[in-house]
Structure formats: C-alpha cells, structure tokens
C-alpha cells in the first residue's frame, strides 16, 4: 500500500498544540483546497457535508464510499501539506467496514481521518475506532485519529449532565486508539477549559460566527480549530446572492469581491 510520506504524518502531528492551536479551513473540493492552501494553511482538512453536497449527496452517511476516497485522493494530489479527511462514521454499515475505508484513505495519501459518534452507541464509534487504529498500523501507517464526540453538537442526553457525558466518551475513544477528540457544538470557555484539562489528547472544536478567536482557544487548552462546512456553506451562500441578484433585480454586484480569474485559474493549473 503507498501512502503519505512519514515527515508528513509527523509534521500533521506536530502542528496539535495550543501554542497556537493548528486552525483548518475545512474544504471540499480540489479548488476550495488549493484556496485554502494558498492562504497559508499548514494543512488541508475536508469537510464531509461539504463533500457530500458538492458530490450530490445529503450529510449523514449518505455518499458512496468510493466518491468519498476518490475526492481524498484527488485533494491530496493537489497539495503539498497534509492532509486529514472526514470519513462521517466511516463509510460502512459496521466496524469491518471502517478497515476497508481506512485503506482507501490511506492509499489515498491522507495522513488523519476524523470518525464521528452521531446517534450511535459510544461502544460501537469504539470498536469503529479500534478497528481503524489495527487497520492503520497494520499498514505500517502513522495516522491521526480524531474521534468526534456529538453530544453537544446534537443536544444528546440530559444538559445537566453533558459534560461528563462528553469526557465519558472522549476517554472511551482515547482508550479505543484515537489520537485526538473533537467536540463541534461547544464553544463556552468554562466548558472548553474543563475538556481541555480532563482529555489527555488534543482537543479539537469547530469555531464560527461568535466563538472566540483562535488564540483564545488555544489558551483555553484548544489544541485544533476548525471551521466544519462553514466554509461550504458561505461559498454556497455566495452563489445564491449571486443567482437571486441576477434573477430578481437583474444586477451583478455579488461578484465584485470574486476571486480574479487569473489568480484562480493559476492555482490550479500549478503542480503540487
């Protein structure tokens, strides 16, 4: 199996500390990609709702594992750094699947996945993550395991008891072999500063409109930012002004803060 070079999984590694915290702008596609890179990421992380739309897809499990793996590879053959995808719970009906979707990322030359919990039962994201981590090393790979905890994303269970809910999981998936938690949903410093302190591994949470800025996360303990389909989800908002703009008053000014031609056009047609 042929996969990412080692410096890179050990660069993608490196880069988790909250001094400053590694801060990813999620993409979805080869151009939105090269963007990002363009702007000075350090790394390349998808998002898979992103993914998703942009393939035809809804979020939720619901893409092909095959279109998933070939979107990886065809990102992480445009750009230089690494790159970490979001396989959702990994792309499988159960844990033996995981294995076979952990081998495409791989050949695909990412060097991180991020597996999500969702509505599943904790034991099962577990045993997903277990088999993702033999998978892995087996292979003779070193990748970064992130494991996403939903209970705040999604309001699971009792608010009173959340957060330890929260950390329950977290040391589960810890013990299960992931290399990092991510905790979308919670931006409260209070609560960030208590995951922070209680998870051993970095702490990954997704940031918008209102969280604090980056460097305040990482002095809360935050050692990973990243955006989730924000990122898509404005580029798709950018079109719908545009669309509405021409269809209803019949102007243009939607695209005055456009990328310029060239500039994109450039971006992709250099190599890697």
Do not use: C
Request: aromatic share 6%; net charge negative; proline share 7%.
């Amino acid at each position: 199996m042929t996969f990412a070079p080692p410096a890179a999984s050990r660069l993608f590694r490196s880069l988790h500390t909250p001094r400053p915290p590694l801060a990813l702008a999620n993409a979805w596609d080869v151009a939105s990609a090269r963007v990002i890179e363009a702007a000075g990421a350090p790394a390349i992380a998808t998002t898979s709702a992103g993914v998703a739309w942009s393939l035809g897809a809804p979020d939720g499990d619901a893409l092909a594992r095959e279109a998933a793996l070939d979107l990886i590879g065809r990102i992480a053959a445009a750009v230089a750094v690494p790159v970490t995808a979001d396989i959702e719970g990994g792309y499988g009906k159960d844990a033996d699947d995981v294995a076979e979707t952990v081998e495409g990322v791989l050949a695909a030359g990412a060097v991180g996945v991020n597996i999500e919990d969702g509505a599943r039962p904790p034991a099962e994201l577990a045993a997903r993550l277990a088999v993702a981590r033999r998978t892995a090393d087996r292979a003779g790979a070193d990748l970064f395991l992130n494991a996403r905890v939903d209970t705040y994303l999604f309001g699971l269970g009792d608010p009173d008891t959340r957060l330890r809910e929260t950390l329950d999981r977290a040391h589960r998936y810890v013990e299960a072999g992931a290399d990092g938690v991510f905790v979308p949903g919670v931006t409260d410093p209070a609560v960030l500063t208590e995951l922070a302190g209680a998870i051993p591994v970095p702490l990954n949470v997704m940031a918008g409109p209102g969280a604090p800025a980056v460097a305040e996360l990482g002095a809360l303990g935050v050692a990973r930012v990243s955006l989730g389909s924000g990122v898509a989800q404005a580029a798709y908002a950018a079109a719908r002004r545009a669309a509405l703009g021409l269809y209803r008053s019949g102007t243009y000014d939607s695209l005055t803060d456009a990328i310029p031609f060239p500039d994109l056009n450039g971006l992709l047609g250099q190599g890697r």
